[in-house]
């Protein structure tokens, strides 16, 4: 459901910045070394987990605090979020491929695609690769997931999250959804209104309207970004049986077992520092992040500006610009 991945997963089926602010310098100088508890220096590896073991990787070896990173979804892998990688100049960046999805195991049991077995997957990933504190950035559906993990476990020694693109409330997503179709052309609308009544998602015309219209604007603005190699890589490895059980058959609207979530009213409880990150022209909408944000005490909001929801492909100096400058506010206070 990572509005993301869901529709960079939906399109690809078919087919550093090292800016320092004076408040970063300080936060280096007095954090000095990684905890103890950062994990091994290993690049990648793979970690046992709920119904079989997940591929991670790490980028970057800086001496400040692990950011760990989940991507969007369900069911597309983290290939699209490297971008996000050059913030290993500064800290230990880690991503893993969720279970079922790119170079991680892929059982056949259809009953391990629920949000709780995925909590339970990150509790066990962050307790193999950054134990101790730790930063975390869920895209995406992964701002779903990692939502329901802070709600529903607690986490200890967490500094701060980011919710990129966020989608913390499915019926809000839906409804902001409907409100960005009706800026498509009238073709792309019929074509839409079509799939949607028939079922029929394949066809020439809804792929126009959905790979094309839609996603050029509100999912990567970057010219013929679906082309990308990392773009057929998530492709490649996306899995439409997970995606189509927990979202549904378009990105548009979530008809899935995911299709009551919303854990908005649970923003207020909590205390630690949160960023809202979203692009201008996000599918998310920077208006729906804003409004999340003033429901948490400790949340401020920025919006990338000439980015739709892949900030980190549209716009990756100015998307780790912010995640920067708002870890340094973090790690100095």
Same mark, same amino acid.
């Given at each position: 459901?990572?509005?993301?991945?869901?529709?960079?997963?939906?399109?690809?089926?078919?087919?550093?910045?090292?800016?320092?602010?004076?408040?970063?310098?300080?936060?280096?100088?007095?954090?000095?070394?990684?905890?103890?508890?950062?994990?091994?220096?290993?690049?990648?590896?793979?970690?046992?987990?709920?119904?079989?073991?997940?591929?991670?990787?790490?980028?970057?070896?800086?001496?400040?605090?692990?950011?760990?990173?989940?991507?969007?979804?369900?069911?597309?892998?983290?290939?699209?979020?490297?971008?996000?990688?050059?913030?290993?100049?500064?800290?230990?960046?880690?991503?893993?491929?969720?279970?079922?999805?790119?170079?991680?195991?892929?059982?056949?049991?259809?009953?391990?695609?629920?949000?709780?077995?995925?909590? #339970?997957? !990150? +509790?066990?990933?962050?307790?193999?690769? =950054?134990?101790?504190?730790?930063?975390?950035? &869920?895209?995406? $559906? /992964?701002?779903?997931?990692?939502?329901?993990?802070?709600?529903?476990?607690?986490?200890?020694?967490?500094?701060?999250?980011?919710?990129?693109?966020?989608?913390?409330?499915?019926?809000?997503?839906?409804?902001?959804?409907?409100?960005?179709?009706?800026?498509?052309?009238?073709?792309?609308?019929?074509?839409?209104?079509?799939?949607?009544?028939?079922?029929?998602?394949?066809?020439?015309?809804?792929?126009?309207?959905?790979?094309?219209?839609?996603?050029?604007?509100?999912?990567?603005?970057?010219?013929?970004? #679906?082309? !990308? +190699?990392?773009?057929?890589?998530?492709? =490649?490895?996306?899995?439409?049986?997970?995606? &189509?059980?927990? $979202? /549904?058959?378009?990105?548009?609207?979530?008809?899935?077992?995911?299709?009551?979530?919303?854990?908005?009213?649970?923003?207020?409880?909590?205390?630690?520092?949160?960023?809202?990150?979203?692009?201008?022209?996000?599918?998310?909408?920077?208006?729906?992040?804003?409004?999340?944000?003033?429901?948490?005490?400790?949340?401020?909001?920025?919006?990338?500006?000439?980015?739709?929801?892949?900030?980190?492909?549209?716009?990756?100096?100015?998307?780790?610009?912010?995640?920067?400058?708002?870890?340094?506010?973090?790690?100095?206070?």
């Amino acid at each position: 459901m990572s509005s993301s991945s869901r529709s960079i997963g939906h399109a690809a089926k078919t087919l550093t910045l090292t800016r320092r602010t004076v408040v970063a310098s300080a936060a280096a100088t007095l954090l000095g070394a990684c905890s103890p508890d950062t994990p091994s220096r290993a690049t990648e590896g793979r970690v046992a987990v709920p119904g079989g073991s997940v591929a991670w990787r790490r980028y970057g070896d800086g001496p400040r605090m692990p950011l760990l990173m989940i991507h969007g979804g369900p069911g597309f892998p983290s290939d699209y979020m490297e971008g996000f990688g050059a913030l290993g100049d500064e800290r230990p960046v880690f991503m893993w491929d969720q279970l079922g999805c790119g170079r991680s195991d892929r059982p056949a049991d259809v009953s391990l695609w629920t949000l709780e077995r995925f909590v #339970a997957e !990150l +509790d066990a990933v962050r307790e193999a690769l =950054a134990s101790g504190s730790v930063h975390v950035l &869920g895209h995406s $559906w /992964g701002s779903t997931l990692l939502m329901e993990w802070l709600v529903t476990t607690r986490p200890a020694n967490v500094a701060s999250v980011i919710f990129a693109g966020p989608c913390l409330s499915v019926p809000r997503y839906n409804a902001d959804a409907r409100e960005l179709v009706a800026t498509l052309s009238p073709e792309s609308q019929a074509a839409i209104a079509e799939a949607e009544r028939s079922g029929d998602y394949q066809s020439a015309a809804f792929q126009a309207a959905y790979n094309g219209e839609f996603m050029g604007r509100y999912v990567s603005r970057t010219p013929n970004w #679906a082309t !990308l +190699d990392v773009i057929q890589r998530v492709g =490649a490895g996306m899995n439409p049986a997970i995606y &189509g059980l927990m $979202w /549904g058959p378009s990105d548009l609207e979530c008809t899935g077992t995911l299709k009551e979530f919303d854990r908005t009213p649970e923003l207020a409880s909590l205390t630690l520092p949160v960023l809202f990150h979203a692009g201008e022209f996000d599918e998310t909408r920077p208006e729906t992040a804003r409004e999340h944000a003033a429901l948490a005490p400790n949340a401020e909001f920025v919006m990338i500006p000439n980015s739709g929801h892949l900030t980190m492909i549209d716009a990756p100096d100015a998307a780790n610009r912010a995640i920067r400058e708002f870890l340094a506010r973090v790690e100095i206070a």
